[in-house]
DNA sequence: ATATTCCCCTGGAAGC
DNA sequence: TGCTTCCAGGGGAATA
């Protein structure tokens, strides 16, 4: 469900609790996520500071006073929350770093897809190695129209699945890869090498629009996606194609919106806007 | 190399 | 009412 929206939104708000917070501890309670959690007792960790958390595609990095830094995932069902060291623990609480400004910081992740890692930092400012195959920011000055056409040359596939696969842009999921198709007006079965540099210019475009505005409403909630605050995102009712197989179409009214599996994922589509 | 399939895991909805 | 089945989907591994 996080989506670079979601992503962004949380890391917006962990910002203020967790810059500049030392880290006391660190307890796990499940001995792993997608991957091992092996975080406690870490010199790496432990007894450090928080110097940034930053978001790059949809993890989330906490860049330490050290060699190191956490490398989060919220995979399809995780969230955070800031809570006092003495709130009980809720089911499927897998993570708990105690900070030194009085607050616990936890991972809860019901469907455990997450991921919590520690890795070496080289450069300050940078990115751990682990996630150096990745694309493009969407709503960086690397992405464009031309850098996707250029993506995309010589591809079959179909552009939807495409436009899910990191290493051609980040960020961008199964919600929003159908937005954005519908708001550029291009088919989702169309195969990327086919699309013109018009199209892709729009496409581009239509990406960096459905984020801005996503983001602006903190990000879509399905089932379970919630921000630090337990708060919800607001962009749901914004979604046109997303899960609304079978109504009429929001923006022409005749047509009928489609739903289709493509790469085994779910696509919707309006068959008299999209071509 | 690219494209497709499968798996990880659980909760909720739909179907019988 | 209660059981079973299906589906959601990020990412990486395996397979064609």
Redesign the pocket.
């Known amino acids: 469900?996080?989506?670079l929206p979601e992503v962004e939104t949380i890391t917006r708000a962990l910002r203020p609790h967790l810059e500049g917070a030392r880290i006391l501890g660190v307890t796990t309670h499940v001995p792993r996520l997608?991957t091992p959690l092996d975080l406690e007792h870490r010199p790496e960790l432990v007894g450090h500071r928080i110097l940034a958390l930053r978001r790059r595609?949809?993890?989330l990095i906490a860049e330490l006073d050290g060699p190191c830094c956490l490398v989060l995932?919220l995979?399809?069902?995780g969230s955070f929350r800031i809570v006092p060291p003495a709130t009980p623990l809720t089911?499927w609480e897998h993570v708990v770093w105690q900070l030194d400004t009085g607050c616990e910081w936890r991972f809860n992740d019901?469907?455990?897809?997450g991921s919590a890692e520690l890795h070496p930092l080289p450069v300050p400012g940078g990115e751990p190695a682990c996630l150096a195959g990745l694309g493009p920011e969407p709503l960086g000055p690397a992405f464009s129209g031309a850098a996707l056409h250029a993506a995309c040359a010589?591809?079959?596939?179909?552009i939807k699945?495409?436009l899910?696969d990191?290493r051609i842009v980040v960020g961008v999921?199964?919600?929003y890869a159908s937005e954005a198709l519908f708001r550029a007006g291009i088919r989702p079965q169309t195969p990327a090498g086919r699309l013109s540099h018009t199209r892709c210019d729009r496409l581009a475009a239509a990406i960096v629009e459905v984020l801005r505005e996503a983001i602006a409403f903190g990000g879509t909630t399905?089932?379970n996606f919630k921000t630090v605050d337990g708060s919800e995102g607001r962009f749901r009712r914004r979604l046109l194609v997303?899960g609304r197989g079978d109504e009429p179409c929001t923006r022409c009214a005749t047509g009928r919106i489609r739903r289709a599996?493509l790469?085994?994922?779910?696509t919707w589509w309006c068959p008299h806007c999209q071509h």
């Open positions: 469900m996080p989506e997608r595609a949809k993890y995932h995979g399809m069902t089911a019901p469907r455990r897809f010589g591809r079959r596939s179909a699945p495409l899910m990191p999921g199964n919600i399905l089932v997303y599996v790469g085994g994922r779910s």
